[in-house]
């Protein structure tokens, strides 16, 4: 009896330090696509997991900006998975998203076309974007941002990290501070006085390969 009573208040202890201790996001990657008038470019965004990262644009046409987020919730404590993930509330008719697997994503990220899924349970990444337009004279910001805070917008994507579940592993409970948020913001303005330029193109030769290959690795060692 004794031995039971002390192990139900280390099991506790335990719970109680992984619920006090501060959620830490590790950014295995982040990408931009982007699919402008000018030309498109892919790359590597530098970003460290939380916070927000921009782009302006100013040349007429057609756009289709996207982002790939790959971040880790508490990867020390829990791994890589499980993982879940969602949405909440509704979105602007030129925004589109899809979650899931890195690997599994990664694929209609380089294409441009994401299908508003969200496929969770294991690792989970991120991909949003817009489409749009703009006549002579606009300028456009894409933002991309994530938080630990609650958003207070329309709509957001939420990432939740968990616990596998014994004896056989096949069910899993949320941790319950550890989840983040994920939203994007497009403004789009008549020409000011001072008119934001458009970002010089970037072009990594091998890119859209090596995004497949570190998830390659990545599962390798998971």
């Not at 949003?128 to 703009?134: E, K, P, V, Y």
């Not at 497009?186 to 030769?205: C, H, K, Q, W, Y």
């Amino acid at each position: 009896m004794k031995k039971m009573i002390t192990l139900m208040i280390c099991t506790l202890l335990l719970l109680a330090a992984t619920s006090a201790q501060a959620l830490v996001v590790s950014n295995s990657s982040t990408y931009l696509n982007e699919i402008t008038p000018s030309g498109d470019a892919f790359g590597p965004e530098v970003f460290a997991g939380l916070g927000t990262f921009s782009r302006s644009y100013s040349a007429a046409g057609s756009y289709n900006i996207l982002a790939f987020i790959d971040n880790d919730l508490d990867v020390e404590l829990t791994g890589f998975y499980p993982e879940t993930a969602g949405t909440q509330g509704s979105f602007d008719d030129r925004f589109s998203y899809q979650v899931g697997d890195p690997f599994d994503i990664a694929g209609n990220f380089l294409a441009g076309s994401l299908d508003n899924s969200v496929t969770s349970g294991g690792d989970v990444a991120v991909a949003m974007g817009w489409r749009f337009d703009l006549l002579a004279g606009q300028t456009a910001q894409v933002s991309f941002s994530a938080s630990d805070v609650l958003p207070l917008g329309p709509g957001y994507i939420w990432h939740h990290d968990a616990v596998l579940l014994e004896p056989d592993f096949q069910q899993f409970e949320l941790l319950p501070d550890s989840v983040i948020y994920y939203v994007s913001s497009l403004r789009i303005e008549d020409a000011g006085t001072n008119p934001v330029p458009e970002p010089s193109t970037f072009i990594l030769f091998g890119s859209a390969f090596s995004i497949f290959a570190i998830y390659a690795r990545k599962r390798k060692n998971t």
